[in-house]
């Protein structure tokens, strides 16, 4: 849930339609492995991390793919266990004996402005003291979505999870809530300091704001010249939580992403994928990698 939270902006440009007038939404990849008499597919499909209510269902094609498919992979099931998240958000999230607030590691003149956040969402500051700076930094990224009017709790993954539990069907994920949180968590106390410092400069300049209308419109519209853009622009953002999102977030996860859709592929003979759309696109994407090693990679949208 921590790698890309984007807003939705709902008719912000054009949109690609599906046989019946359902908009097509994010990038849907068809991935095939051939050996000998047996095929199996993958259908790899992008997604973001909140939504709104309007978004749903998805267009024939993939809901297709889901009905028929033996499995659904995913980054994390944001509805499997909740001791487990519970546990990665203590371990890399919360000071530990006592440590904080993440306001003390802040420059002087950051912490009225951290103030003026925390009241406009409505967030008491004694909830928020035992977390690190990474974690509170997310926590005003959630909030300012939220006043938007989008929701963590309609994310395409929840709605994912939600229709393969109706149907019975196996979930597996890629990879785990702790390996995500480790990643923030290998920030030192002055990086973490940095990322903070620099998404409240992003709220306040309403640059967070823009960026996410962007990535938005992109989304929604299944727009592949603006979702490659994005990706140009951040790997190319040279500050610090821009290259965080490209190197680490991204760069280092895309691979064992795309390792785990091999695996995956090889057992199964249908399956559905659905990562972040953020990992779709640009250089070194989970789509390129995959024809490195090969497979047949055929983009649907």
């Known amino acids: 849930m921590f790698c890309c939270l984007f807003v ?9 339609m599906a046989a019946d007038g359902i908009p097509n939404r994010g990038a849907l990849f068809r991935i095939e492995q051939q050996a000998g008499e047996v ?11 909140v939504g709104a209510k309007h978004f749903y269902p998805l267009e024939p094609r993939i809901t297709a793919a889901l009905d028929q498919a033996s499995v659904l992979a995913l980054e994390v099931d944001p509805l499997g266990s909740q001791e487990d998240i519970a546990r990665a958000v203590r371990e ?3 000071y530990q004996n006592g440590r904080g607030p993440a306001a003390a590691e802040l420059p002087a003149s950051y912490r009225p402005r951290l103030d003026r956040l925390l009241r406009q969402y409505d967030v008491p500051p004694p909830s928020v003291a035992p977390m690190k700076p990474w974690m509170l930094a997310s926590l005003l990224t959630v909030r ?10 309609l994310a395409v993954e929840v709605w ?3 229709g393969a539990r109706a149907r019975k069907q196996k979930i597996v994920e890629l990879e785990s809530v702790h390996s995500q949180m ?4 290998r920030m030192s106390t002055a990086d973490q300091a940095l990322f903070l410092q620099e998404t409240i400069d992003a709220i306040d300049g309403s640059e967070q704001a823009g960026d996410a209308r962007a990535i938005a419109s992109a989304w929604a519209s299944a727009d592949q010249a603006a979702l490659d853009g994005i990706a140009d622009k951040t790997a190319t953002d040279d500050t610090f939580s821009g290259r965080f999102v490209s190197r680490v977030l991204l760069d280092e996860r895309n691979p064992l992403l795309a390792d785990g859709i091999v695996k995956l592929l090889a057992r199964e003979k249908l399956s559905v994928a659905a990562i972040g759309v953020l990992h779709l696109v640009g250089k070194n994407s989970v789509p390129e990698l995959l024809r490195r090693k090969g497979l047949r990679v055929e983009r649907v949208y």
């Open 8 to 16: 939705f902006t709902a008719g912000l440009a054009p949109r690609a």
């Open 182 to 185: 480790s990643l923030f968590g």
């Open 144 to 153: 300012e979505f939220e006043r938007q009017g989008y929701q963590t709790e």
């Open 92 to 94: 890399y999230g919360m």
């Open 160 to 162: 994912l999870s939600k």
């Open 39 to 49: 095929r199996n597919v993958t259908w790899l499909f992008g997604t973001i991390h």
